[in-house]
């Protein structure tokens, strides 16, 4: 199993720059890849952002140049920088962990979800 908490979410002005974290416990080995996610209000949750455990960085196409995925010790850190926020960026921003196992041990491909952080931008 995989626990992950996610936190630097805040109220920044347009123009502005935050970094979430993500820290991951539990099965780390198991990891293959871990994501940022957002949702914001009665829109669809929306990939952000992916890093595999090899270091690949992968961003939808539809995602702006000005968010960069990070990861550290071993995948037990992942960030992502967010530069020169606009309003549309506001959002819960959740981590995702993709395991390549499930709770119970089988080899299962399986996501895990942080609670998520509030990313709030004034305009």
């Known amino acids: 199993q995989v626990q992950l908490v996610e936190s630097g979410g805040g109220l920044v002005q347009s123009g502005g720059s935050l970094r979430l974290s993500c820290a991951a416990s539990?099965?780390?080995?198991?990891?293959?890849?871990m994501s940022w996610y957002r949702q914001a209000p009665g829109k669809q949750r929306e990939l952000v952002a992916t890093?595999?455990?090899?270091?690949?960085?992968n961003y939808p196409t539809s995602m702006p140049g000005r968010f960069t995925i990070s990861a550290a010790n071993d995948m037990r850190m992942v960030y992502l920088q967010m530069n020169n926020l606009k309003p549309e960026d506001a959002a819960v921003y959740y981590c995702?962990?993709?395991?390549?196992?499930?709770?119970?041990?089988?080899?299962?491909?399986?996501?895990?979800w942080g609670q998520g952080t509030q990313v709030t931008v004034s305009s």
């Open positions: 539990g099965i780390i080995f198991s990891i293959n890849s």
């Open positions: 890093i595999t455990s090899g270091g690949r960085k």
């Open positions: 995702n962990a993709l395991s390549a196992y499930n709770d119970v041990g089988a080899a299962i491909p399986t996501h895990y």
